[in-house]
């Protein structure tokens, strides 16, 4: 047993060691933290009050066809774009339990036997000096890093908010996609619709054109009449066939959209969405609209995990502590390995202590401060592009409920003229050309209401995926 006093002077020296440690550590310092860039807040876009909706997730559903339903969730189910963003979130997670371990005790089992040739001028005398000899080693192996000053907490607070961004960038990824499939639904809608408006048109045509022959062949109309009549009836066929190429285009998007070929596109029922129906947006927009957008939220997330960078490049300036402690047995001969005075241990401080190393530290430090800059910028960016496109979506809208309602007025004054004109026209009351200028304000009145109709489902479903993808409900009072 050694003497009580040996004991207490290693205390002494150990003390002395961890001292000189803490001051060797001044002789590299970080220079002051590194200055970075303000967020946005919500004052500095103008975006202020209270919250006026609860969100609910599924915003699609709120179009109340059950074909959508089908076509989101096949696409959030196989599309490409998006299994790679959900195969890039799982990796960040993995990489957080990869980093989050180093912060734990370490054991490792670890067996050697080499021949080794033993030399005669080095420490050992004969007979080992000068021999050839197995020489083992079996036994455990220890390490455990002590994390005084934060920095591995503060890495694994880096790697586990970048696992945050890209489980968002995937949720943006998903939200981008359910958006686009609504979108290219909505495009196919209008054009069946925009087919049936012109198969409209191109039977109304046939029965003037029937009509104008009529009157030809008793001499009430000449054949300028007729040719005139029979064009028209030619254009209704090419509106028909350029309303079925852009429908046919649209169920290729959607093919590419949910994960299939579009040389084999999934058949389609005709859509049962309602053009009519409007989707629960918000009148004005507060900040805490803004904020759900996973896109923010993931900038945001960037912006942590940046901050903890930061934390962690100014912890390197302290020295590293570490535990390390072997347990096992060593032996020069195979006979011996395993006999009990082969038994081998130690156990004690590892200590590493940045003091020179040509501005390294310093470099990685104002690096980090400058991925922190970066970081907030982004999110500035992210923040001033979600506000923008929300208000373009608001401003549109509002301009089309104004439009929807004054073209309305118009298609009703428009269909009612064309009644007279041909209830006059069948009288002889009227010359053809008052019916064809009244007949051409229905059609394209028709047209233009089918068009504005696909607008502003598709701005809604803009503004509500701007938003966050949220469909929004008023609070209970």
């Given at each position: 047993m ?29 220079k002051?933290?590194?200055?970075h ?9 103008a ?14 559903r ?14 959030l189910a ?5 299994a ?5 979130a ?11 371990s180093?912060?734990?005790?370490h054991?490792?089992?670890?067996a ?20 050839t ?5 079996i036994?455990?192996n ?21 696992a ?7 949720a ?18 209008r054009?069946?619709r ?17 009509l104008t022959?009529?009157?030809?062949a008793a001499?009430?109309d ?23 190429m ?10 590419a959209l ?19 129906r409007?989707?629960p947006v ?19 997330a ?6 903890a960078?930061?934390?962690?490049a100014?912890?390197n300036?302290?020295?590293n ?18 006999e009990?005075?082969?038994?081998n ?11 020179f ?7 990685e ?6 991925e922190?800059?970066?970081a ?13 496109e ?10 089309l409920?104004s ?14 003229a064309?009644?007279?004109?041909t ?7 009227a ?30 479903v ?16």
């Amino acid at each position: 047993m050694k003497p009580r006093g040996s004991i207490v002077r290693r205390g002494r020296a150990l003390l002395v060691l961890a001292l000189a440690t803490v001051i060797a550590a001044a002789c590299v310092t970080s220079k002051g933290p590194p200055a970075h860039e303000r967020p946005l807040g919500a004052t500095d876009v103008a975006l202020t009050g209270p919250s006026i909706a609860v969100p609910v997730d599924g915003w699609w559903r709120a179009l109340d066809d059950p074909q959508l339903d089908r076509l989101v969730a096949t696409a959030l189910a196989r599309n490409p774009g998006l299994a790679g963003a959900l195969a890039r979130a799982r990796a960040a997670r993995e990489q957080v339990a990869i980093v989050d371990s180093t912060d734990a005790p370490h054991v490792n089992f670890d067996a050697t036997e080499n021949r080794t040739r033993v030399s005669e001028n080095y420490i050992f005398p004969p007979p080992y000096g000068g021999g050839t000899y197995w020489d083992g080693r079996i036994g455990f192996n220890l390490g455990w890093h002590l994390d005084f000053w934060g920095r591995q907490a503060a890495l694994i607070e880096q790697v586990s908010r970048g696992a945050d961004a890209a489980a968002l960038d995937a949720a943006a990824s998903e939200l981008m996609l359910s958006s686009a499939v609504a979108q290219a639904y909505v495009e196919y809608a209008r054009a069946l619709r925009l087919e049936q408006v012109a198969l409209r048109a191109q039977a109304q045509r046939r029965a003037l054109a029937d009509l104008t022959a009529q009157r030809a062949a008793a001499g009430l109309d000449s054949q300028v009449e007729v040719r005139i009549t029979e064009a028209n009836l030619e254009q209704s066929a090419v509106d028909i066939e350029q309303a079925r190429m852009a429908s046919e285009l649209s169920r290729h998007v959607l093919a590419a959209l949910t994960g299939a070929s579009a040389a084999m596109p999934p058949p389609l029922e005709a859509p049962a969405l309602d053009f009519e129906r409007a989707l629960p947006v918000p009148g004005r927009l507060p900040a805490d609209l803004l904020g759900r957008r996973p896109d923010v939220r993931a900038a945001q997330a960037r912006i942590e995990a940046a901050a903890a960078g930061v934390n962690a490049a100014h912890a390197n300036f302290y020295p590293n502590v570490d535990i390390v402690a072997f347990a096992g047995v060593t032996a020069i001969g195979l006979d011996k390995i395993l006999e009990g005075d082969s038994l081998n241990w130690s156990v004690g401080p590892a200590i590493h202590l940045p003091i020179f190393n040509a501005g390294r530290l310093q470099a990685e430090y104002r690096r980090s401060g400058a991925e922190l800059d970066a970081a907030i910028t982004s999110y500035n960016e992210t923040v001033l592009r979600g506000v923008r496109e929300a208000a373009d979506q608001a401003t549109r809208l509002q301009s089309l409920e104004s439009q929807l309602a004054a073209q309305q007025r118009s298609l009703v004054a428009a269909e009612h003229a064309h009644d007279l004109a041909t209830q006059r026209y069948q009288a002889g009351l009227a010359s053809q050309l008052t019916v064809l200028n009244a007949e051409t304000q229905v059609l394209a009145g028709r047209r233009q209401r089918t068009q504005m109709l696909a607008d502003r489902a598709v701005a809604r479903v803009a503004l509500l995926v701007a938003l966050g993808g949220h469909l929004f409900q008023e609070p209970a009072r």
